[in-house]
């Protein structure tokens, strides 16, 4: 499995990893990781074991955005490789998340 999600011991921050390739191969899985907790969770994307981000990966991020309120949602991506950090800048993905 690519992609893993631990929710907070108080409930209040749900923390999904991927590992490997984030691309269209976990659609589903990453989908599902963020629809069975729904709004009102501060959502952590942990990228620290990611390879590889493409397009499909940037459009599941603005599709759970959008799914989470727009920009009533709380997304933070982190622990991003250099290189993953430069297309989220490049695609002005700083403007709509929190990046660290």
């Known amino acids: 499995m690519s992609i893993d999600s631990r929710l907070s011991s108080d409930g209040k921050t749900l923390t999904i ?19 069975a907790k729904g709004k009102g969770v501060h959502y952590v ?6 390879e590889h981000i493409d397009s499909s990966a940037l459009g599941m ?5 959008s799914f989470l309120g727009g920009d009533e949602a709380n997304i933070q991506i982190i622990h ?9 800048e ?4 700083d403007k709509k998340f929190q990046i660290s």
């Open 17 to 35: 990893g991927v590992r490997g390739r984030f691309d269209f191969s976990v659609v589903n899985e990453f989908r599902g990781a963020y629809e």
């Open 45 to 50: 994307i942990d990228l620290k074991q990611a």
């Open 61 to 65: 991020l603005l599709n759970m955005r």
């Open 80 to 88: 991003c490789a250099p290189g993953i950090r430069k297309i989220l």
């Open 90 to 93: 490049i695609s002005r993905f």
